[in-house]
């Protein structure tokens, strides 16, 4: 199993640098659009490879959707916690009530009714 593991990064690795090979050429990187520039007099242009565009796309793209998905699940993280201490809580009663059940009564036997 580790070695499918192996194979299928070395063929996402391989397809990776495809890309990147094939999109070697230079291109400009704007934050807005030409007409709209012109209203604020700010054009902010970067230049790079069009491989780095892509692949900044997708990883932006992925952070956007764990964080969105982490975000989504909140509600069932809360309900998960708040069982668990609520276990914790009926676990701490039910001893105590065991505890109670056995006072006054001899050590030994008491031991004995609380590991079954």
């Known amino acids: 199993m580790r070695y499918i593991r192996y194979l299928c990064i070395a063929i996402f690795a391989l397809a990776l640098i495809a890309v990147a090979l094939a999109n070697r050429a230079i291109v400009p990187l704007r934050v807005l659009p030409a007409e709209i520039s012109g209203w604020f007099a700010l054009n902010p242009e970067i230049n790079l490879p069009l491989f780095l565009v892509i692949l900044g796309s997708i990883l932006a793209g992925l952070l956007v959707g764990f964080i969105w998905e982490w975000i ?38 008491a031991l004995l009714e609380q590991t079954g």
């Open 72 to 109: 989504r699940e909140y509600g069932e993280r809360a309900e998960a916690a708040r069982k668990e201490r609520e276990i914790r809580r009926l676990e701490r009663e039910v001893a105590r009530l065991k505890a109670e059940k056995h006072e006054g009564k001899d050590e030994v036997l």
